[in-house]
């Protein structure tokens, strides 16, 4: 069995030395991670380039993640106190309120700058993540217009573009970037699940079947509620498919994977957190 997964494409390994060169002239660093699967979502390599820098973390999806879970990682950020907040990408306001954050954390920047007889300076924020977590479309709420490409598939934004969102808020909008490997099989899992890395390197009836587990195993009335007992009730996790199939009125098994691949990427299915098993210990 395949024990990890490497996918570090050459425009990736570029952006994170160009990133750990920027971070000089960087004054916040928004980290981007999906609300769903917070420490798979991470990248150690990003979070080492920034472990100087002022960082703000954001949840994002918010609205795709079990309020339980997304509640007790904030609280976790908090008590270690540690900027953290949870934005629903599809809310009119997620610009505004990530904009307001920024601005406050930008205050006491701008008093010394007060203080020392200088101009205020913009206050420069670099936007990091691994790949589809949301930069672009919430860069594209703050702007108010698509300054970012916006694509649902991972690796879109292949280089670097400051946007001045006005006089003292600069944004630089930087690639998405995978890990070069990930600790360990359940976390590229993960990633996998909520669409950052491409489809091509990992099958999807694999991938099916592994999501299919871990619902049975935690949200079983979500399965319940979307696909009925029709397909719920199923011998195994390949029946399940094949039943999904026939009630879908698909010709192939593969389509039924991928369509309910699909419908937990886009929170059809229900809200889902996917890192339950870390709960006994710390998850941040």
């Known amino acids: 069995m395949q024990k990890n997964i490497h996918w570090f494409p050459g425009h990736m390994k570029r952006a994170l030395s160009e990133i750990k060169n920027r971070t000089q002239i960087v004054d916040i660093s928004v980290v981007i991670l999906d609300a769903r699967a917070p420490r798979s979502s991470s990248n150690k390599a990003l979070e080492d380039a920034l472990a100087d820098k002022k960082k703000l973390y954001v949840l994002a999806k918010a609205d795709l993640c079990d ?118 099989i359940n976390e590229a899992m993960n990633v996998a699940f909520i669409g950052s890395i491409k489809q091509s390197i990992l099958p999807n009836s694999r991938l099916a079947e592994n999501l299919l587990q871990y619902m049975d195993k935690y949200y079983p009335e979500l399965l319940l509620n979307r696909y009925g007992s029709e397909v719920y009730e199923h011998d195994n996790l390949k029946d399940f498919f094949i039943k999904l199939m026939k009630v879908r009125g698909f010709q192939e098994v593969e389509k039924a994977e991928t369509t309910f691949l699909y419908e937990f990427k886009k929170g059809i299915v229900g809200q889902t957190y996917l890192e339950i098993e870390y709960e006994s210990k710390e998850t941040i």
């Open 67 to 184: 309020p339980k879970y997304l509640d007790k990682n904030l609280e976790r950020y908090w008590a270690r106190g540690i900027d953290a907040i949870a934005i629903n990408l599809k809310d009119k306001h997620a610009g505004d309120i990530l904009k307001d954050k920024l601005m406050k954390m930008g205050e006491p920047k701008w008093e010394k700058e007060k203080v020392r007889g200088m101009k205020p300076q913009p206050l420069k924020t670099m936007i990091v993540g691994i790949p589809n977590v949301g930069k672009s479309t919430l860069i594209n709420k703050l702007v108010k217009k698509r300054k970012a490409s916006v694509q649902d598939k991972p690796g879109q934004t292949k280089g670097e573009q400051w946007i001045k969102l006005e006089s003292s808020l600069w944004l630089l909008d930087t690639p998405g970037i995978l890990p070069s490997q990930f600790p360990n």
